[in-house]
């Protein structure tokens, strides 16, 4: 692998690894909130746990470009690495509780609480409860959005990690 690419020139892994964490998070980020806005489809409390990975991954990743080039750059992509296969967890369960492979410990769908007064009682019947995490709204040749998010995150944390490692050889 490496003399293919050494072939192709020199690359600046010192830029291109962080630039990468953060683009690749942004851009899931944006496919998230595209989805929800743009193709109105709501998202339930797990896949908006499936985001955080990535905004931290993100946040690593602008760090790492504003930081000295080195051993913090090297730090942040093995721990952006890390978060991405934290999100690869967290899109796995969620794709077990659609496929109903177990219930989600996550307040997914309504719930009233007990001993409310009347009043309270009022307010939470009106409020429209979130969303259930077993409802799977869109799929794209019959996967949905989570088992997309458990291979996209998979790669990306693998990514990151090899990402890493070239860090930490030119460093």
């Known amino acids: ?12 892994w010192q830029r291109l ?3 990468a964490i953060l683009g690749a998070s942004v851009s899931a980020l944006a496919v998230a909130h595209t989805a929800e806005v743009v193709f109105s489809l709501e998202a339930c409390n797990l896949c908006l746990y499936q985001r955080v990975p990535y905004l931290l991954a ?13 051993r ?28 109903h ?18 009043q309270h009682l009022q307010q939470q019947l009106l409020k429209k409860p979130p969303k259930a995490c077993d409802e799977v709204d869109w799929m794209l040749f019959g996967v949905s959005m989570a088992i997309y998010n ?7 944390g693998l990514a990151s990690l090899w990402g890493a490692r070239q ?3 030119t460093t």
């Open 1 to 12: 692998m490496q003399d293919m690419l050494k072939k192709y020139g020199h690359f600046d």
């Open 17 to 19: 690894v962080p630039l």
């Open 58 to 70: 993100g946040i690593l990743g602008l760090a790492a470009l504003l930081v000295p080039r080195g």
């Open 72 to 99: 913090l750059r090297t730090t942040a992509a093995t721990a952006a690495g890390g978060i991405f296969l934290t999100g690869a967890g967290i899109a796995f369960y969620h794709v077990g509780v659609e496929q």
């Open 101 to 118: 492979w177990w219930a989600s410990a996550a307040s997914c769908g309504g719930d009233l609480s007990q001993g409310l007064k009347t």
């Open 150 to 156: 458990v291979a996209a995150s998979l790669i990306l």
């Open 167 to 169: 860090l930490r050889e």
